[in-house]
């Protein structure tokens, strides 16, 4: 069993920068990857990007390229997300997440945070 917590996030204005991060904890041992994903009003759940555990292996969706930036911290059991130059289309709800099991098994389970808020406005 795992447990995610988000935190970090809130408003700021266009341009700003925030930085979420993410606390594991209970069955944490055999996490192999984590990563984001984002839902605004109205809008489809979108992939944000992701992190394997050797930190040197990220994925980022095209929209968040160069602005925003995945790290990890395996000693602490944490995950970062890096938002700068926000724009008022980065208003949404940031789930992050966590991939623990084998790695290639059918036992191998997702686990989610609740979510946490990122407002941009003016």
């Known amino acids: 069993q795992v447990q995610l917590v988000e935190s970090g996030g809130g408003r700021v204005q266009p341009g700003g920068s925030l930085r979420l991060s993410c606390a594991a904890s209970?069955?944490?041992?055999?996490?192999?990857?984590m990563g984001w994903f984002r839902q605004a009003p109205g809008k489809e759940r979108e992939f944000v990007g992701e992190?394997?555990?050797?930190?040197?292996?990220?994925t980022y969706e095209d929209s968040v390229k160069g602005r925003f930036s995945i790290s990890r911290d395996n000693t602490r059991d944490m995950m970062y997300l890096q938002m700068n130059s926000l724009t008022f289309e980065d208003t949404a709800l940031y789930h992050c997440?966590?991939?623990?099991?084998?790695?290639?098994?059918?036992?191998?389970?997702?686990?989610w945070g609740q979510g946490i808020q990122v407002t941009v406005d003016s």
């Open positions: 992190i394997a555990w050797r930190g040197g292996y990220t």
């Open positions: 209970g069955r944490t041992f055999d996490i192999y990857t």
């Open positions: 997440y966590a991939d623990s099991g084998t790695g290639h098994g059918n036992r191998d389970q997702r686990h």
